[in-house]
């Protein structure tokens, strides 16, 4: 609930500050660029206008000289008038106001210079060749002075006198407003940048537009060339930072505000829905088959309520099943308990069956040698009476007695397979010669054996050459203790997969008449002696199932 309360507020609230900063980039930087579209405007008005007026100076000083005869008889070589000439440009340059004003012949040398009087009769014949070069005819001159330099907006005219052409350079001092000086707008900032120095960025600015001006500097020595400054104007963007920022804590308050209201309401409204459902969830947690005393009774109207008298419901219905499945699980062990036992008694009574039919035989075809026969088969009869009479007792008890202890697996063969059948036909034995002894429980053992040979010898009908191989043999564990293996094999029908998979199970039976528990008792019982039990069969070829029982100790085995 936190997280959907705090999308949907989120999401629209960061859009209208993503919006609101947008607008303002967009709306600020378009009313910049037409400010300084309009500083730039101004900078190259001023800079026509200057043009303009040394141009004007430079032509009233022209129409001046070509009527000064003494200036003509100067330049005519008249040595009474050359201290006259000397002193001209000075004189010219502080009457039209310039602050550069230089007279140079067709061959460049200097007849007269107003800014600096000891330039006289120096050769600069590059000057006004670059001069006229410039565009507009409006060069930035830097030029000597007696002081320093002087750094002037600079124009060239001429004059012809007595067939001769004279060049007149001159011009104004830059406006330091003009070239870098206080803006007249605070946001801007005009910013002069002479050749071969790096652009310099002014923290919380940018560079909006570029002027370029000829550039000619007279006071690096010979060599005078031409070359390029620009004149930056730049706008400041302290402005739209304060702007982003003020809409940024404003943001940031409204997500604080709104992050803590989301709390709020989700923990509110949790209480309200997730604490019934959590004591719903602790009292349905204790439901068990055992206990069925939980209460879900509630006097709420709403989705939890309904919820609640649906539990109770199924509570009722819950505690009616409880009472038929007690009773079907009663009949169920009871059923099992039975079949288990007319199972045992069925193996029990098979030797005595045998013993009997074989005695009448005797007695109808050589009542003579009865005395003999019975007394020779009387070990079964009393070894089957035994069994059943362990049974009896280990049933009596409601669960059956476990002796482990040394038991000689090679006689228990031997007296099962001579109890299944009293002339061995179909069943063979391979014992060990060391007599393996394994540490179990002889009859349980005995059991085992009887229901896998059964099985193996009621495998074998329908086959006349069919029988039944019964092995034991001591086998090294590898890493872990020896182990004594009992193995079952016939050449029997066999089982498929899908047989296999099943014939562990209780009451599954592929034998009409069988109980389906012989192997379910055999798997039971081997776990019970800590073995293991393994099968190999295929359809048509018999079936071979290895058992695996523990070992008895050194000394009951000397024993």
């Known amino acids: 609930m936190f997280g959907a309360i705090l999308l949907a507020v989120l999401i629209p609230l960061g859009a209208l500050a993503l919006g609101v900063r947008r607008e303002l980039d967009r709306r600020l930087t378009r009313e910049y660029q037409a400010r300084v579209e309009a500083m730039a405007a101004v900078l190259e008005s001023d800079l026509r206008r200057e043009s303009g007026l040394v141009e004007q100076r430079l032509q009233a000083i022209v129409t001046q000289l070509s009527k000064d005869n003494r200036f003509r008889l100067a330049v005519q070589g008249d040595v009474a008038s050359r201290a006259y000439l000397l002193d001209l440009a000075g004189q010219a340059m502080r009457l039209s106001g310039l602050a550069l004003l230089q007279v140079q012949d067709s061959t460049g040398r200097i007849l007269s210079s107003g800014h600096f009087r000891n330039e006289f009769d120096r050769l600069e014949p590059q000057l006004p060749r670059l001069l006229e070069s410039g565009p507009d005819s409006l060069v930035l001159l830097r030029a000597r002075t007696p002081d320093s330099a002087v750094l002037a907006l600079a124009r060239i005219d001429s004059i012809r006198i007595a067939g001769r052409a004279f060049k007149i350079s001159g011009g104004v001092k830059a406006d330091p407003r003009l070239l870098g000086g206080p803006p007249r707008d605070s946001s801007l900032a005009v910013r002069l940048e002479y050749p071969g120095t790096a652009t310099t960025s002014v923290p919380g600015s940018r560079i909006v537009r570029e002027l370029r001006l000829p550039y000619i500097d007279l006071t690096t020595g010979p060599g005078v060339t031409m070359d390029t400054a620009r004149l930056l104007v730049t706008?400041?963007?302290?402005?739209?930072?304060?702007?982003?920022?003020?809409?940024?804590?404003?943001?940031?308050?409204?997500?604080?505000?709104?992050?803590?209201?989301?709390?709020?309401?989700?923990?509110?409204?949790?209480?309200?829905?997730?604490?019934?459902?959590?004591?719903?969830?602790?009292?349905?947690?204790?439901?068990?088959?055992?206990?069925?005393?939980?209460?879900?009774?509630?006097?709420?109207?709403?989705?939890?309520?309904?919820?609640?008298?649906?539990?109770?419901?199924?509570?009722?219905?819950?505690?009616?099943?409880?009472?038929?499945?007690?009773?079907?699980?009663?009949?169920?062990?009871?059923?099992?308990?039975?079949?288990?036992?007319?199972?045992?008694?069925?193996?029990?009574?098979a030797p005595i069956r045998n013993v009997l039919r074989h005695l009448s035989q005797v007695l109808q075809q050589d009542p003579a040698a009865l005395p003999e026969v019975f007394e020779a088969r009387r070990s079964t009869l009393e070894s089957s009476v035994e069994y059943l009479g362990t049974l009896a007792r280990n049933y009596d008890r409601l669960a059956p007695g476990m002796e482990r202890k040394a038991c000689d697996v090679n006689a228990i063969v031997q007296q099962v397979v001579r109890n299944i059948s009293h002339d061995g036909a179909g069943i063979r034995t391979q014992l060990a010669p060391q007599q393996p002894l394994a540490l179990a429980d002889a009859l349980m053992v005995r059991r085992i054996l009887e229901n896998l040979v059964g099985n193996a010898r009621d495998s074998l009908s329908g086959k006349a050459d069919g029988e039944v191989t019964v092995s034991t043999e001591q086998v090294a564990g590898g890493p872990g203790p020896d182990r004594v293996r009992i193995t079952v094999a016939d050449t029997g029908v066999g089982m498929s997969e899908s047989e296999l998979n099943r014939a562990f199970d209780d009451f599954y039976t592929t034998k009409s008449g069988g109980t389906g528990l012989g192997l379910s008792i055999v798997r039971r019982l081997i776990l019970d002696l800590d073995g293991t039990l393994r099968v190999d069969t295929q359809p048509g070829t018999g079936t071979r199932v290895v058992v695996e029982l523990p070992p008895a100790p050194a000394n009951e085995s000397r024993a």
């Open 235 to 349: 706008q400041s963007l302290d402005a739209l930072e304060f702007l982003r920022n003020g809409v940024t804590r404003w943001f940031l308050l409204a997500l604080a505000l709104t992050v803590l209201v989301a709390v709020l309401g989700a923990a509110w409204l949790s209480a309200l829905v997730s604490r019934p459902l959590r004591d719903l969830a602790e009292k349905t947690a204790r439901v068990d088959l055992d206990r069925l005393d939980q209460s879900f009774a509630t006097e709420r109207s709403d989705e939890i309520g309904s919820l609640s008298r649906l539990l109770a419901d199924m509570m009722d219905r819950l505690r009616a099943s409880s009472v038929r499945v007690r009773d079907a699980e009663r009949r169920a062990a009871i059923g099992d308990l039975a079949r288990q036992v007319n199972h045992d008694i069925k193996n029990g009574l």
